[in-house]
């Protein structure tokens, strides 16, 4: 079946470094894709989103990348600091019917050292 | 501000009792989720609605039941509990406008079934 799912488990940087998280999708059918931090023993938070008809979008210290051909989804955070240490998920949400459903990948540990 | 409030936070269950979770909402939101955490599973989605009302399944529904009798609440029963619903649950609620994917997450309710 279609899924959202992480290349890495697990990506341990030093504190000013950048990190990169990615994902592969594979629903066609998802119009936006989403990247939500969760901190231990917390809710997933959100992040960032991008629609489906963009490759980039940029936040603060966050940049999204959206790449449709090779359905793939990175989220890179510049200069890491030791309160980005959480669980990553990224998310796609597929409109089926006038509905938005968030469906979730396994999600990637970040941590960094001081 | 509020926000998703989850009650309650911390659960124990025997075997074959039943509970309800309940979920709360002050943000007029029409969407809202239960998903279920598991460790390496990432967030899997139980049951969802649209709007007061109305409910739909999701990826694993079996084992549980929802209600939304009104907007702002959206409940979650285990009539039969098993220790396979041993688990992290968290409700989620966003809006309908198109522009725009993020949900809102509540921070938890940790049950454990014996």
């Known amino acids: 079946g279609e899924s959202v799912g992480l290349h890495l488990p697990t990506l341990s940087v030093q504190e000013g470094d950048n990190s990169i998280i990615n994902c592969a999708y594979s629903?066609?059918?998802?119009?936006?894709f989403i990247w939500y931090k969760q901190e231990s023993g917390k809710g997933p938070q959100f992040i960032i989103d991008?629609?489906?008809?963009?490759d980039k979008r940029q936040g603060q210290r966050v940049t999204v990348l959206l790449n449709k051909t090779v359905k793939h989804l990175s989220l890179q955070i510049a200069a890491t600091q030791p309160g980005d240490s959480a669980v990553y998920f990224c998310?796609?949400?597929?409109?089926?019917?006038?509905?938005?459903?968030?469906?979730f990948g396994r999600g990637t540990s970040l941590i960094v050292h001081p | 501000n509020a926000g998703v409030t989850q009650t309650p936070k911390f659960r124990v269950l025997k075997t074959g009792q039943s509970m309800t979770l309940l979920c709360a909402q002050d943000?007029?939101?029409?969407?809202m989720y239960w998903y279920r955490q598991d460790p390496g599973m990432g967030l899997r989605l139980i049951h969802y609605?649209?709007?007061?009302?109305?409910?739909a399944k999701g990826e694993v529904p079996d084992g549980y039941n929802v209600s939304r009798l009104k907007k702002q609440n959206f409940l979650l029963g285990l009539e039969s509990a098993a220790p396979s619903q041993t688990s992290v649950y968290f409700c989620?609620?966003?809006?309908?406008?198109?522009?725009?994917?993020?949900?809102?997450f509540g921070q938890g309710t940790r049950l454990t079934v014996v």
């Open positions: 989620a609620s966003s809006s309908t406008r198109p522009v725009g994917a993020e949900a809102f």
């Open positions: 629903n066609s059918a998802s119009d936006y």
């Open positions: 991008i629609r489906s008809n963009m």
């Open positions: 998310a796609e949400r597929v409109s089926a019917g006038g509905s938005y459903i968030p469906t």
């Open positions: 943000m007029n939101h029409e969407y």
């Open positions: 609605s649209v709007g007061e009302g109305t409910t």
